[in-house]
């Protein structure tokens, strides 16, 4: 087969496209450029992953091309990912990149070069059964993505393939290692994808300016002053600049309209759980599961999956977890999981405490 894999500078890609030239495949890398660099923050830039991509193709014998996804990324991640924080939400732009950029931009402009399907270094699996693709969890737990694959849909799937997702992360070093590639050691990348390592406060503040406002308890009393309460996420302890006595202080809530940020003493405060939250934009990689329905969830990248009843319809869904979960924050999503089989997700729009946490507020 002609598959075109993207090639990001990391370990990952490398070794996906080393594993697809190995059994006999036609392989062509492609690196996207996906932000415009406009800073020197020190955070891994495009140049030196270029470099590195270059370095890559060169040791596996592989064709590189480049291609600059920058001005679709502003349209369809961007200007959501603003949008998104204007409205006191904390959103996820690695699953929407994925959607709009990996998985449709640069999947269009693959079959353009002749591909017969396309390639990425994420931890995650493909199987079709029936005519019907489902995306299954990777079989490193420890590393699975498919928490950020959600939004895919059978079309995707079925040009797609993911040549690491059966093994390990020490698996994907030792190859690496051993087939002599230049980033067998390379430091796995962190940060949201266009952000990077730089101060994400910072930069936000660049596009969305600092209205300084009210640090509350849920009492009332007044603990402090804060920048603009959209740049605070549900949960967050660091740069609240509250001291005192006693546990450290967490965001509890937030009310956007009154820029007032709430905050609560000690990381198991019971202002920080809810019992059920209802998502939107809700999206299902394959047929949509009768409800309602007893499925597991994650509200995160790495939570344990969580037991939970869903119930609605496939615009809107209210899940139920069978415990209050910690930190449920509007914006990022939810999604589901049926054993290892990942059915698609929502975006969370409002939680619901605990009756016992309603009292408490009130």
């Keep these: 087969m002609n598959i075109v894999v993207g090639i990001s500078g990391g370990v990952d890609s490398a070794v996906a496209a080393l594993r697809l030239k190995h059994a006999g495949h036609d392989v062509t890398g492609v690196f996207m450029k996906n ?4 800073d020197t923050s020190g955070h891994c830039t495009a140049e030196e992953d270029l470099k590195m991509v270059r ?3 060169d040791h596996l014998g592989i064709p590189l091309k480049t291609v600059n ?3 679709e990324y502003w349209d369809r991640v961007f200007e959501y990912f603003l949008a998104e924080y204007r409205a006191g939400h904390t959103p996820n732009p690695d699953v929407l ?4 950029i ?4 640069f999947l269009d402009h693959a079959l353009t070069l002749g591909a017969d399907c396309i390639a990425t270094g994420h931890y995650a699996r493909v199987a079709e059964t ?4 489902r995306l299954l969890k990777a079989a490193d737990a420890h590393k699975d993505q498919t928490y950020f694959l959600c939004l895919l849909g059978q079309p995707e799937l079925a040009r797609t393939l993911f040549p690491i997702g059966d093994l390990t992360k020490d698996d994907v070093r030792r190859i690496a290692r051993e087939a002599g590639l230049p980033n067998f050691d390379r430091r796995d990348s962190t940060g949201i994808c266009f952000i990077g390592e730089r101060d994400f406060k910072r930069f936000l503040e660049r596009y969305l300016p600092a209205q300084r406002g009210e640090i509350r308890t849920l009492a009332g009393a007044l603990k402090g ?3 603009g309460a959209m740049y605070y996420t549900i949960g967050q302890r660091q740069g609240l600049g509250i001291g005192g006595e006693g546990a450290a202080w967490y965001v509890v809530d937030k009310d956007v309209a009154h820029n007032i940020v709430y905050v609560e003493q000690g990381e198991d405060h019971p202002a920080l759980y809810r019992e059920s939250l209802m998502a939107g934009q809700v999206h299902w990689v394959g047929t949509p599961p009768a409800l309602p329905a007893r499925l597991t969830a994650r509200i995160r990248y790495r939570q344990s999956e969580q037991p939970c009843t869903i119930t609605g319809s496939r615009d809107g ?7 209050p979960q910690r930190a449920v924050t509007p914006g990022q999503m939810v999604v589901f999981y049926d054993g290892d089989s990942c059915l698609g997700g929502g975006v969370i729009e409002t939680a619901q405490s605990p009756a016992s946490n309603q009292a408490a507020e009130a």
């Design 35 to 38: 932000w415009e660099e406009d």
């Design 102 to 105: 990996k998985f449709k931009a």
């Design 130 to 133: 029936g005519g019907v693709w």
């Design 55 to 57: 370095a890559v193709c």
């Design 97 to 100: 990149c994925n959607k709009e």
């Design 69 to 71: 996804f920058s001005a």
């Design 317 to 323: 869904l209210r899940v139920e977890f069978d415990s």
């Design 225 to 227: 002053r804060h920048d």
